[in-house]
């Protein structure tokens, strides 16, 4: 099978182009460009486009891969129950950005059962559904879309498959439709199910599938990476600088860390130094330190309390959420980088002074790439653990085969004992018998026969049979 790697894809990097309200949909965007990038479809429909997030990063990465793609996006731009009802300016909004992508983009404004029978059995490659949320809304979806699926390059995404309020019923749906096929549900952003329906997708697809299911560290990746994408683009709409980068001390003074028993000071050079002062009467329990507000690979150079060095390789406490760790350099995969610090048993009195010294050893975009590489390597290893469990447990199942053999073995050779013994106690039996009525033999047996009713009006005449 065609492996998948992330470094072979960087569109999972690119920035999106637009990005309107609402934004559940948004921290999907890294995958849609993806999965244009290995599916390569030949005729995209989206059923639901709304605001348009989703369908126009699937248009810029059409554009940006010049991939042979006829984009189709349906909606009546007039709202439902779970959208909202709104106006017409969205859809003169979407219709003015669709003008970008003209020469491989169409609009369809009308209901989905109307816009059906404009495409043939087995022409889409790629569907969205992304429609009215409820359970038999979007059953009526997929059984009226799936035949015009392909049966050979077909996928189907749902969106919103994590949500269960206010009457959503795809989550029901994507857990009946996907029951015992090839299909992923990618947790963050509400929800999205992907189910392959196709028969010949490529291999790095089908790979891709593969690993998720495997391992956490794709959905934590395309998690992170929407969520960055989401926010940098924000910022940048909003034409507000994006905030300088902070390291942050949390207390746990009894009532678990809160923004309000937290501290933060700038990062500006490669290696820092931070230290805290606190009051004497401050009852700090525990100690997390965020080392960056963002993917982020550190080398941890000191950690002090009170003024005594805690030993790096002891003072990091399990909670600590790096994704790898290389003596003293740690890898964080996440926005949210933690190290929870151990605190020696042997600290003498309240803590009044901690201090952090540690160097950022790669520039954000640099480290953006390292860490995508390390998911490789980490996915990659757990690959071949996985590979290596199989075939563990081939041996095993092959060895429990043998043993089921030898049993079934023992159990026909019993059997044929079992047999064997009634048959000796049907002989006993029939002997015992012969010697009851003093018979030399069976063979004489029809000698015998005849003289046995008279033998029997003899015993009644005599009041009985004759006792030796």
């Known amino acids: 099978m065609g492996r998948f790697t992330l470094e072979n894809h960087p569109i999972v990097f690119d920035p999106v182009q637009r990005l309107e ?37 699937f248009c810029q990465a059409v554009r940006r891969l010049g991939a042979p ?65 409820t359970y038999e809304a979007v059953a009526h979806d997929y059984e009226t879309w799936a035949p015009r ?20 019923g795809v989550w029901r749906f994507w857990r009946e439709i996907s029951e015992g096929r090839v299909a992923y549900e990618f947790k963050h952003g509400s929800g999205l199910g992907v189910l392959a329906v196709g028969t010949a997708l490529p291999e790095p697809f089908l790979d891709l599938l593969d690993q998720a299911s495997r391992s956490p560290f794709l959905e934590d990746f395309f998690a992170s990476r929407g969520t960055e994408l989401v926010a940098s683009h924000v910022l940048a709409r909003d034409c507000r600088p994006r905030p300088e980068r902070q390291a942050r001390l949390y207390v746990d003074t009894g009532l678990g860390y809160n923004e309000k028993e937290s501290f933060a000071k700038a990062i500006t050079a490669k290696t820092m130094a931070f230290s805290w002062d606190f009051p004497e009467d401050l009852p700090v329990k525990h100690l997390r ?17 009170n003024g005594q060095d805690l030993p790096l390789a002891d003072c990091l406490e399990p909670e600590t959420n790096f994704l790898k760790q290389n003596w003293d350099i740690l890898f964080f995969g996440t926005l949210d980088p933690q190290i929870h610090v151990r605190l020696p048993a042997t600290l003498e009195g309240p803590i009044a002074r901690v201090a952090f010294e540690l160097e950022y050893l790669l520039e954000e975009e640099a480290c953006y790439h390292r ?34 053999a030898a049993f ?61």
């Not at 009546?76 to 491989?104: C, E, K, L, S």
């Not at 330190?289 to 150079?301: G, K, M, S, T």
């Open 21 to 57: 309200n609402p934004l559940s949909w948004a921290t999907h965007i890294p995958f849609a460009m993806l999965l244009v990038d290995l599916l390569r479809p030949r005729v995209l429909v989206e059923l639901g486009v709304h605001t348009g997030n989703s369908y126009f990063a």
């Open 149 to 168: 699926v392909s049966p050979t390059a077909g996928v189907i995404l749902f969106h919103d498959t994590q949500v269960r309020e206010r009457g959503f």
């Open 371 to 404: 860490i995508v590489a390390l998911y490789d390597e980490i996915l990659r290893q757990q690959a071949c653990d996985m590979r290596h469990k199989d075939a563990t447990l081939a041996q095993t199942t092959g060895e429990l085969d043998q043993l089921k």
């Open 289 to 305: 330190f965020d080392p960056a507000d963002d993917l982020c690979i550190v080398r941890l150079r000191r950690v002090a309390v």
């Open 408 to 468: 079934a073995r023992e159990t026909a050779a019993f059997e044929k004992a079992r047999q064997q013994h009634l048959a000796n106690e049907i002989e006993l039996r029939t002997e015992l018998s012969r010697r009851k009525y003093h018979l030399p033999n069976p063979k004489f047996w029809k000698i015998a026969q005849p003289l046995r009713p008279l033998k029997a009006k003899l015993e009644e005449f005599f009041g009985g049979p004759k006792r030796p």
């Open 69 to 133: 793609t006829r984009c189709h996006g349906v909606d009546t731009w007039q709202g439902d129950t779970h959208a909202g009802f709104y106006d017409d300016a969205i859809y003169q909004d979407v219709a003015g950005h669709n003008q970008r992508f003209a020469d491989f983009s169409t609009l369809h404004r009308r209901p989905f059962d109307q816009a059906a029978p404009e495409f043939g059995a087995g022409q889409i490659e790629l569907l969205h559904i992304d429609g009215l949320h």
